[in-house]
C-alpha cells in the first residue's frame, strides 16, 4: 500500500476511532495532536496548530497521502473561533505543503453547518429537516465554513481532492474531549445510581418529542475513509449519521436500564445538566475513590454545556443520508447499540463505575 495518513486531532473521540480503523486497515499512520498519546503502530507528532512555524518543523518528513481533520479550538466568540480555526488548518496545509505528496484531505465539521454556531444555535431562519447536503450556507458567522474555505483554496492550489464531513452528535470514547455527549451521560447517570437522584431527562419537549439520529465515531471512520479512496465521493460534502432514527422518549428509558436505573418521567422542565452536575466534581471524586476510577476529575469527561446544547433544541433535528447511499456507502449502526458500546469501554478502562 503506497497510502500514508495523517490523523489531524488524533487523541479525541474521531481522530482516535479513525485510527483504531486505519491501522486495523493496514495503513501507517502518523497521528498528530498538541499532547499526542502512545499507539501502537503509530507515529506520534506533537504540534500546536496556533503556531505555523512550530507547525511546519514538526510536518517536516511527515509525507501523507491522506489527511484527516477532526480537530477545533473553543474559542470566547465566534469571530474568534473563525480567527483561530481557520488558521490552524491554513497553518496545517501551508506546512505540508512542500513535500507535494497529499492527494486528499477529509475535513469533519458538523450539523452547525445547518443549525448554526453557539451562538445562534438553532434560531432565526433554517433549512427544513431532514437536512440535506444542497441546501446552502447560513448568513452567519460560522468557524465550519471559515475552515471549509481553507480547505477548498488550498485544494484549487495545490491539486488535491477533499470531502467535508457533516457528523450529528458524535458517540464515542476519549478523555478530555470538548464535546462527548456518551460518557457525559454515562457520569450523570453513575452519579444518579449513587446518590439515589432521579435520572431526568436535561432538555427540550421539543427532543424529547421529536426524531432525531447520531453518529457513532466508528461509523463516521469508516465514512471517512469511504469517502477519501472513493473517487466518485471526492470533492463533495457529506451528511453521515448512524442510519437509524429515535425519540429520547424512547432512548432515554434505554440508557436508564443499562445503568440500573427507572427514567424519571419528563415533565417539560428544561433543566440543563450544567445546572444539574455544577456540584458533583466532589461526588465525582468520591465515587472515583471507592472504585478505584483512572479520572477523578470530573470536568475531564463530561462536556455538560456541549450535552445541553444539543438536547435543549427548539427543533427536530433529522439528517439526510441519500448522497452517500447512491454513491455506496451503505454502513449502518444502531444508535442504542453505540451508547452501550461506549458504556461498555468507558466500564472496562475504568472510567466509570
Known sequence: MNDKALIVGASGII????????????WPVAALARRPGSQTAVRAVAADLT???GTRVALGDIAPTHVYIATWSRQANERENIRVN??????????????????????VTGLKHYLGPFEAYGKGALPETPFREEQGRLDVDNFYYAQEDEVFAAAAR????????????????AVGNAMNMATTLA???????ATGRPFRFPGSAAQWQSLTDMTDARQLARHLVWASTTPAAANEAFNVVNGDVFRWSWMWSRLASWFGLEAAPFDGEVIPLER???????????????????EPDMHRLVSAWHSDADLGRPIEVVTDMSKSR??????????DDAFFDAFERLRAERLIP
Open 326 to 335: 447512491r454513491l455506496g456507502f451503505l454502513d449502518y449502526q444502531p444508535t
Open 51 to 53: 503556531d505555523a512555524e
Open 15 to 26: 481522530g482516535s476511532a479513525l485510527t483504531e480503523r486505519l491501522v486495523e486497515d493496514g
Open 187 to 193: 457520569v450523570y447517570a453513575s452519579i444518579c445510581k
Open 86 to 107: 481557520a488558521a490552524m488548518v491554513r497553518h496545517l496545509l501551508d506546512g505540508l505543503r512542500p513535500t507535494g505528496s497529499v492527494r486528499h484531505v477529509a475535513l
Open 276 to 294: 444539574q452536575m455544577a456540584d458533583d466534581a466532589v461526588v465525582w471524586r468520591e465515587l472515583a475513590t471507592r472504585h478505584g476510577l483512572l
Open 158 to 173: 495545490d491539486g488535491f481532492t477533499w470531502s467535508v464531513h457533516r457528523p450529528h452528535t458524535v458517540i464515542g470514547v
